[in-house]
């Protein structure tokens, strides 16, 4: 890529990058109390890695963020997301009881609190994941025929 | 019943199958996308569906020895929580899809080194585990909307997997695309009807549901909401005129696909149709009664003979059993729309053994057509003399689709006949009979072609098919001759099934 072209938007891209992805986790851990939460942090991630590949190439972001790490990043998130039904089954509850997450009295909502926790990060994986393995396979898609070639 | 699997598992686990059965392959899904070698994946695939099917065996055991099993996710009580629900209806098809599935895996080792790129089998093998939770999970549920989250869960992923097919054929990406739009509609009707029936009831659980109706029933939100979700579980399912998506996606998808959703994903659409009719409307409702004579009964009659006659015209065997399995799909809808415990009964009937010819019919095409390349009908000429064995199993499921005595296909014919006489709608037998003679034709020209054609140079080629092809596929084409000869397991499930959808006439 040549260097001389976008310098204004590659240096403010640097600097708002980091400031997104930061955006990102506010909205993912202070979900419980305002609008927000995994799916909508899940995407401003992901707009923030979709900057940086408007503004620096596919490639280069495909070579920082490869496709089979976002691919296997949404499939961690969903697995994340159904062990803690798992783990609330093994601990003689219903599928997804988060009461039965840790053990405590029946007056205790600790594990409500924790199992939306978890739960949240499972979407924030799953949904980032998700959005980059789109964006990447329609923006690195090689056009079949060429412009030319009409 | 004469099985027992129950007693082979621990209590804990016999609480929790509702939700194990689609939790085990749903969170199998995830792992085979990231697992780096295609065979692991398989053999995880494999496992997961195996684990599914004990669970389902286990759930038909526990429903007839019990009685219907409720299960509560997350703890929180239904009517308010989505609540899993597992009775007399949604066990048999429970079964039904998690066998099928089993004998797909085992059928797709061998078509998938031919048909998919390497790279992308994992991957494939993850859409198809996902795809099979969904249908499992359409079948399971209690709560009308979760049927829409499950339902384009298994959509979403068939889609993927038809697209596949593209890369031997390019058409298939047209096919996939088509049924993509076909099949958000479906689904976006679907969802438009239950949105509608909130709107009066205040309640998405299918019991609450069907207390609540009654008092509405003559509101115009019901009739919408009804009209609906008719229309969107009828994209589904294929019913006559909905049906366009449905060639195309058969013909053009890899074969393992086609095996799978000839035989899983229209019935699983079916048995939500009838869930939804019986079990939240009811067949007393006015409305209901007029949809079913003078809407799905005519339009079962038309697929009936229509479908059929342009399954006799076409010119690839894939595209001629599609259109058969659409008029096939007008048969259980003439058992449903008779709407007594006995035409349901045969309708589900005719479902399971539709299920098992069809499934080996795609088997058996897909076992030629992995050396021969090809499923034009010309191209096939011949070919049972190359592959006896793959062509026998194909002869004995079409038999059986055109209801010989002595298979499957006879004894549910038969009772479709039964069924509409007690009604005393002689106009369905002779529907049927019209359709079946149409049968008789098009498999007629299938058996011709490969039997008594002799094998020119582009059959050359042509070997039997592998022995994980052959097992698969005769296990079915057995499974046709068994329960032609002795049924009672089948209509046994169905009798069961059909009494949850008429309760109070027996008790």
Known sequence: MNPDHHVILRVTGKFLIPIIVLFALYVQFHGELSPGGGFQAGVIIAVGVILYALIFGVVDAMKRIPPIFSRSLAAAGFFIYGSVGVWSLINGGNFLDYDFLVAEGPEGHWGQHIGIIIIE???LFAVAGSMLT????????????DDEDW | MPFDIVSLLPDALVRHLPALVV?????????????????????IVLAG???SVICAFALVQVVYADGTLSYALGGWAPPLGIEFVVDKMNAPILLLVAIIGTLATIYALPTMVKEIPEEKRALFMSAFILCMAGLLGVAVTGDAFNLFVFLEISSISTYVLVAIGGMNDRRAFTAAFNYLIMGSIGATFYVIGVGFLYAATGTLNMTDLAARIPEVADSTTIHAGFAFIVVGLGLKLAMFPLHQWLPNAYAYSPNFVTVFLAATATKVAFYALVRLLFSVFSPALEFQQMTFTWVLAPLAAIAAITCSFQAVFQTDIKRMLAYSSVAQVGYMLLGLALATELGLSAGLFHLINHAMMKGALFMAVGGVALSLGSSQLRDFAGVAR?????????????LSLVGVPLTAGFLSKVALFKAAL????????????????LAVLYVGRILESTFFKTPGPTQMNVREAPIMLLLPLWVLALANIYFGIDASFITNLTDGAASIAFPGVRP
Do not use: D
């Open chain 2, 23 to 43: 939790v085990f392959p749903m969170l199998l899904a995830p792992i085979t996308a990231v697992v780096p070698s295609w065979r692991v994946a398989w053999a």
């Open chain 1, 134 to 145: 789109i964006f990447y396979s329609f923006a690195g898609r090689a056009p079949e025929i």
């Open chain 2, 49 to 51: 569906i195996v684990g």
């Open chain 2, 422 to 437: 007690v009604e005393g709608w002689w106009w369905v037998v002779v529907v049927l009979a019209m359709s079946s003679v």
């Open chain 2, 386 to 398: 190359k592959a006896p064995w793959t062509m026998t199993a194909m002869a004995i499921a079409a």
């Open chain 1, 121 to 123: 990060i499972g979407v």
